[in-house]
Structures are given as structure tokens and as C-alpha cells.
């Protein structure tokens, strides 16, 4: 640990996976740190407890890619895609998916994307284990690779241009048939023919808990956790100029030397507290869990035509995915987890064995033995997260919008912020994620 700054004190907002990083970086150089979360480090509420568990150096693959936005029609009319957009919520999202749908307007514009993508990805199951292993949880982290199943060859072959992407960012895989496809994956049903095996990936076993587990080793050692909802900064003089003073809460004033913003979907109501304008908007997804499948998928499989990850837990059967654009405050609709529940039954014959799973899960009813989730992905329109100093505010830094990928990119996000924090070298180019890109437009 360095003693370079022992007494400046560090605000964390936000105990998700990606505020937890931070606070064990910034504790690691030397900080005094106070995490400051309204509910409960990995709770419900947190995209981080519902996440498809998944730490893939593979998913370097933007949502928007070249070609999208022909989608849009069918994905606003057809109740059954993976990826559904309220109408209604059409005018409000509308700026967020203008930028959307420009970031994967060309190849070229994707490749400089997966590659910002995989500076953060690539060793995601290494910096997990490793930091796993410091908290004392090292099962939490399983490093069995992940497939990707698809019905036929040719079906791989039309996403030509999401593994030319991973190709060019490193990614090593396995084309998997028959027998060596079945070893793999025991349980899935025939509709399967063909798969992508990645061995370099990983899964978290218990994303909630993991989560809890570091905040809980932070505070043994020091780190204070303020139940408190942050909501605006105070500063000497006014932004766009002002330097921090403290971080304003509902239970109180916290002075502090650094504040770093990592509250998940709600950072940009806090970010435009310290003056800046962001593009971020929740990618809405959802989850089922069966709690007694009476199998595991080791390891962790995404069928190439559903987008699904599918993850065996320490609470069970994880089916997660769906992106479903509307505000935030929007009812969850259930019958997307009723999608993932569909699915599930029809590939995993041996789920039907348990009639409980049978049921239909709607607004009201929740079968016996299965358990739902809705939940932000917190999300930018590049896919890109927001990671370093404030523009409105000295001493306030960002640390969110990583929509699809937080879970397995927090550990190395953390560190390249602590080291923006620390004004040294960087472990690797700060630059894509830098907030002024949206100046750009
Ligand atoms: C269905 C689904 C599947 C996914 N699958 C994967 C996957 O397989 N792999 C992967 O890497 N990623 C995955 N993701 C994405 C990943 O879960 C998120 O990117 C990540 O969890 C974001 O972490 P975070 O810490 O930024 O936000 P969150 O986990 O949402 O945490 C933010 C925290 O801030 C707190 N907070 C908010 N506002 C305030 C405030 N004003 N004051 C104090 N506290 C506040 C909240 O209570 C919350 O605890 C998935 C997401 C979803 C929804």
C-alpha cells in the first residue's frame, strides 16, 4: 500500500461492483475512504446483484453495431425480441438514441469501440480472482471459459463481424460439434448444433454477494459505509471551476478532499449536480432464477440466437438479458421475465421435470421455485463507461456507464481511475473514456 496521500479523504457514491472497486483502490493507495450507499452494498437495487454473472474478455461486441438501426421497427412492434422499446418513452429517449444509433454507424467506428472495450475486459477473470482471493470469497470467482451455442455453423458465420471484433482484440476460441459440444453442455436440448468455446472467461458465482463480501472487507479494515442517498457537492466558487468541498446527502454533510460518482443508472442526475452533461440511460433488463434445477451449466453458456446468459449460481439456474428501453421509474414488465423463463424450459428439457416451473410468470403470479429480477444497466450511447475527472467540479470523478460489461470490467475501470486520481502513469490509455466525448456530440 502507498502512503502518498494518507489524510486526503475519499467519497465514494454508490456500492455496486463498480463503487466497491474503487473504494479497495483508492483504500489501497492510502486513502481514507467513506462508501456512501442509500440501501445495501449489492442489494436488489443494484444492477449489480441481477447480473448474468458473466466476466467475458469476449463481450468487447458493442449493443450498437453497423446496420441497427434498420431493427428499430420490428424491435418497437414485436413483443418477443430481446431488444423492446416502450413507444412512450420514445421522446424522452430520444437524444440517447440518436447517439446510440450513430456510434455503430460504421465498422471502423465499432473496432475503435471494442477496442476502448477491451483495455478494460481482457484480464476481467484474473483481476477477479485476484481480488476475490484479497477479500477472502475465492469461490466466488470460477474460471471454466464460456460458450456460445448456436442452432447451426451458418448461424455463428452471420455474426461474422462480432467475432472479426473479438479476433482483433485477442480473443482465442474453440469451434465445438457433437460430442465435445454435448461434454460442455450435458443439459441443453438438440436445438443446439454447433458452438464457440472461450476458455479465457469466467463467471461470478454470487454477484449480490460478492459484492457485499468487499464492502464488508473494506470496512473491517477502515473504510467507512454512510447509509446515506448522495445529492448534490458543495464547492469554493462556482463550477464550471469550483473544487469540492463536500459531498451533500440526505442524512448530512460529508467533507471530503475527492468525490467519485459511481450510483450506477442515477450518476447522471449526481454528474449534472457537479456540472457536467451526460449521455446515460438504463438499459432495463431482467432475470429468472430456478432455484432447484437439479443440474449446472459448467460453464456458462450465451445462445448465439437468443443473447441470453444462462449461469449457474450459488441461489441457482441464472437466466438473465432482455434490453428494454423506458425510463427508469417505468413498472417492470414481467412478461420479459417471462421470455427468459420460455426459453429456459424449452432448451433445458430437464427443467420441465419440476412442474413448478411450468407456470407462467405475469404481474401477479411468480411460480414456486423461480425467482425474478428487474434491474439499469447503466448505459451510454458508445458503451463506453465515463471514467475520470469532472468538468464542473475539481476533485468530483466518474466512475459510470458500464452498461453491459460492469460487473466484469470494475476491477480493471477502478484502477485506471484511482491512477487518474493519483495523477500518474495510467495502466493503459484513459482517453476513450473521458466525459469531454460528449462535447463532441
Ligand atoms: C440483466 C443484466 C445482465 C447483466 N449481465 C452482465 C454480465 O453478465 N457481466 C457483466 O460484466 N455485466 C453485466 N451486466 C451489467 C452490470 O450488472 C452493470 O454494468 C454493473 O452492475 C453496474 O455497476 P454499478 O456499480 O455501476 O451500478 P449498480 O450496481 O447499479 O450500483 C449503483 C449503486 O449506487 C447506489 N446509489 C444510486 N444512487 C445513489 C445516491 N444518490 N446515493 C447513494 N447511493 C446511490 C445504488 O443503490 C446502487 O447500490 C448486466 C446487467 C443486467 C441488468
Known amino acids: 500500500m502507498s502512503s502518498s496521500s494518507p489524510t486526503r479523504h475519499a467519497v465514494v457514491i454508490g456500492a455496486g461492483i ?150 482483433e482484440n485477442g480473443i482465442v476460441w474453440e469451434e465445438v460439434e457433437g460430442e465435445r459440444l454435448r461434454a460442455l453442455a450435458p443439459d441443453l436440448g438438440p436445438h443446439y448444433r454447433f458452438g464457440i468455446h472461450v476458455p479465457a472467461g469466467g463467471n461470478c458465482t454470487n454477484p449480490g454477494d460478492y459484492v457485499a463480501a468487499i464492502a464488508t472487507f473494506l470496512q473491517a479494515r477502515g473504510v467507512a459505509l454512510k447509509q446515506a442517498r448522495a445529492l448534490d457537492f458543495a464547492r469554493a466558487g462556482a463550477a464550471p471551476s469550483g473544487a469540492l468541498e463536500a459531498v451533500l446527502t440526505d442524512q448530512g454533510r460529508i467533507d471530503c478532499d475527492l468525490a467519485i460518482i459511481a450510483a450506477g443508472v442515477h450518476s447522471r442526475a449526481l454528474a449534472q449536480a457537479a456540472g457536467d452533461r451526460v449521455f446515460l440511460e438504463s438499459e432495463r433488463g431482467y432475470h429468472v432464477v430456478f432455484e432447484q434445477p437439479g443440474f449446472e451449466v459448467t460453464p456458462p453458456l450465451m445462445p448465439g440466437d437468443a443473447k441470453m446468459a444462462i449461469t449457474s449460481t450459488t441461489r441457482g439456474f441464472r437466466v438473465s438479458g432482455q434490453v428494454e428501453l423506458a425510463t427508469i421509474g417505468a413498472a417492470p414488465d414481467w412478461g420479459r421475465a417471462e421470455l427468459l423463463r420460455r426459453f429456459a424450459l424449452n432448451h433445458f428439457p430437464a427443467l420441465a421435470g419440476n412442474a413448478d416451473h411450468t407456470a407462467r410468470i405475469d404481474g401477479t403470479h411468480l411460480p414456486k421455485g423461480l425467482k425474478r429480477w428487474m434491474g439499469h444497466r447503466p448505459s451510454t450511447p458508445d458503451g463506453l463507461p465515463v471514467l475520470g475527472p469532472s468538468q464542473g467540479t475539481r476533485g468530483v470523478f466518474h466512475a459510470f456507464g458500464h452498461g453491459h460489461v460492469g460487473l466484469a470490467s470494475a476491477p480493471a475501470s477502478a484502477r485506471l481511475l484511482a491512477d487518474l486520481i493519483r495523477g500518474g502513469p495510467s495502466i493503459f490509455d484513459a482517453r476513450p473514456y473521458a466525459i469531454q466525448r460528449f462535447r463532441r456530440g
Open 18 to 167: 463498480v463503487g466497491v472497486c474503487c473504494a479497495y483502490e483508492l483504500w489501497r493507495d492510502g486513502y481514507r475512504v467513506t462508501l456512501v450507499e442509500h440501501a445495501s452494498p449489492g442489494g436488489e437495487q443494484a444492477a449489480s446483484y441481477g447480473n448474468g454473472a458473466w466476466l467475458s474478455p469476449s463481450s468487447v461486441v458493442p449493443m450498437s453495431m453497423p446496420g441497427l438501426w434498420k431493427k428499430i421497427p420490428g424491435y418497437l412492434f414485436n413483443a418477443d425480441s430481446p431488444l423492446r422499446l416502450r413507444w412512450w418513452a420514445l421522446p424522452m429517449l430520444a437524444p440517447w438514441l440518436l447517439r446510440f444509433l450513430l456510434a455503430g454507424r460504421s465498422k471502423a467506428q465499432v473496432q475503435v469501440t471494442a477496442r476502448a472495450l477491451s483495455q478494460l475486459l481482457h484480464d476481467a477473470p484474473e483481476r477477479h480472482r485476484v481480488l476475490a482471493d484479497a477479500v477472502g470469497r475465492p469461490e466466488l470467482i470460477r474460471k471454466a471459459g464460456l460458450l456460445y451455442p448456436y442452432p447451426t455453423r451458418d448461424s455463428f458465420l452471420a455474426e461474422a463481424l462480432a467475432w472479426q471484433l473479438r479476433r
